[in-house]
């Protein structure tokens, strides 16, 4: 359910690409301080959060230049800040989260295995940061008993990720909640709904639960209709939360993100160009 908030490259300044891969390098580095296995867990959504994270703060960043393990010939720069450790166990607590789930539902063979790998950070960012993973299982139990249940609306389906993520959003800081946490909630919805269309006609052939699937059964051009609206609805209503934002740097590749990123892989997932790649290099 994660790797969906990403950059427009062909719309992005070749500066500002770097900028990019700096702070994804960045918060590869933060989780690699958890254990060198959880960097596998590092998804895109979670560079956008450090990314914002970092843009709220006037301090600079630091920045060094090392080489990286998929890169070992050369050398890469790094960007850290002080969000980069707090975004590194959201990460790899969602990313665990994501990995349980998959076990479940049984769509990944490797999921066992992965879940083995990453225990050691799991166990790290849950004794690190106990709060993030309380959000993390309340919520997520929450959205559990609303598909054991078969919910049909749409609204209370989305609302326990709506929810975490809103959470996620406004926990790092004592101040600016009230704008993250409506960001970090249509974030949330976005996301939720936008796994849920991809997945569909996969969770119709294995009976799994889908809230397009309950609510419109077979009438695919109803449930298309309703996709779009509450897609674009939330990308809107998160653009107007991320305007009111006082970002002290990175505007330009948030920017980018915001009106160009997030609306076209909104039209992707409609059109059905589903992108497998949700955790990988950029």
Not at 200 to 222: G, P, V
Not at 263 to 276: M, W, Y
């Amino acid at each position: 359910m994660f790797g969906y908030i990403l950059i427009d490259k062909p719309e992005m300044r070749i500066k500002d690409y770097h900028i990019y891969r700096s702070y994804y390098c960045g918060l590869c580095r933060a989780i690699a301080s958890y254990g060198q296995c959880a960097r596998w867990l590092l998804n895109y959504d979670c560079v956008f959060l450090y990314l914002l994270l970092s843009a709220l703060q006037h301090k600079p960043v630091r920045t060094e230049r090392k080489k990286c393990m998929l890169h070992p010939t050369r050398k890469e720069n790094i960007i850290f800040d002080d969000p980069a450790d707090y975004t590194a166990a959201v990460n790899i607590l969602l990313g665990v989260a994501d990995l349980q789930d998959k076990k479940k539902d049984k769509q990944i063979l490797i999921s066992g295995t992965a879940l083995m790998m990453m225990k050691s950070a799991n166990i790290k960012a849950k004794e690190k940061y106990p709060f993030l993973d309380g959000v993390i299982q309340k919520n997520l139990e929450e959205l559990a008993k609303l598909e054991e249940a078969r919910e049909k609306d749409i609204d209370r389906a989305a609302d326990p990720f709506a929810q975490l993520l809103a959470e996620i959003f406004t926990s790092y800081f004592v101040d600016k909640k009230e704008v993250l946490h409506e960001l970090g909630y249509q974030l949330g919805r976005w996301i939720y709904l936008a796994d849920a269309w991809e997945d569909r006609i996969e969770d119709r052939q294995k009976k799994r639960y889908n809230i397009f699937i309950e609510k419109f059964d077979q009438t695919e051009n109803e449930a298309k209709e309703s996709a779009e609206f509450n897609l674009k609805s939330a990308v809107n209503a998160a653009i107007l939360a991320y305007d009111l934002l006082e970002l002290q740097k990175n505007r330009e590749i948030l920017d980018n993100i915001m009106y160009h990123g997030m609306i076209k892989k909104t039209e992707a997932i409609l059109q059905g160009e589903k992108e497998n790649k949700r955790y990988g290099s950029v």
